[in-house]
C-alpha cells in the first residue's frame, strides 16, 4: 500500500477522526467527542487553536492521524494528544511510520521534548508498549486519575537534547 501524508485540516475530518476513534473500541463516547472537537477547534481558529494534525491516507482514505501542539508557555515542548489508527489498519506499522513523520517534524521545528499521557488500565498496556518501543520513556504515574483503578502514565520522548 502507498501510504502519504498531510497537514491541512478538512472540515471532513470531523467525522473521519470520530470513525477512526470510535473504531478502536477502547474510548468511550465523551473521549470521541473530544477528538472531534479538537478537530472543529482547528478549522476555527488555526494556529490560533494550538492544535495541529498529520493524517496518513491511502487511496484517499484516511486512516489514522496524530494530533500535537506546543505546549502553551514553553518555548520548545510538545503534547502528542491523539495517536489512533484505524482498527482495520491497525498491526501494520502504520502507527509506527506516522510516529516516525510527526517526530521528524519535532526535529525539525526544534522540539526539545514530545509529552504523551495515556491510561493505566491494561487495555492500554498495547498502548504503552508502542510508546516504549518508540523510545518514550515514563516519567510520572498518577494513580486513578482518570477513574478508580486508572491511573495516567506520563511519558517523554527528547528530541533534539538541549546540550
Not at 484505524?86 to 521545528?109: S, V
Not at 495515556?118 to 498495547?126: A, E, F, G, V
Request: charged fraction near 25%; charge should be negative; proline fraction near 2%.
Amino acid at each position: 500500500m502507498n501510504y502519504t501524508y498531510r497537514t491541512t485540516v478538512y472540515a471532513s475530518d470531523i467525522e473521519t477522526v470520530g470513525n477512526i476513534v470510535k473504531s478502536t473500541g477502547f474510548f468511550n463516547e465523551e473521549e470521541i467527542s473530544v477528538a472531534k472537537e479538537l478537530v472543529e477547534e482547528a478549522l476555527l481558529k488555526g494556529e490560533d487553536s494550538g492544535y495541529e494534525f498529520i493524517f496518513t491516507e491511502t487511496d484517499d482514505r484516511v486512516i489514522a492521524y496524530v494530533c500535537f501542539g506546543r505546549i502553551p508557555c514553553t518555548k520548545h515542548s510538545y503534547d502528542l494528544y491523539w495517536i489512533v489508527t484505524h482498527k482495520d489498519f491497525q498491526a501494520l506499522g502504520i502507527g509506527k511510520m506516522l510516529m516516525n513523520e510527526f517526530e521528524n517534524q519535532m526535529k525539525l521545528r526544534g522540539a526539545h521534548g514530545v509529552y504523551v499521557e495515556t491510561s493505566s488500565k491494561n487495555q492500554y498496556l498495547p498502548t504503552r508498549k508502542f510508546y516504549e518501543k518508540m523510545n518514550y520513556i515514563e516519567k510520572a504515574h498518577f494513580e486513578h486519575f482518570y477513574d478508580r483503578n486508572d491511573g495516567k502514565v506520563v511519558y517523554v520522548k527528547y528530541i533534539n537534547p538541549i546540550a
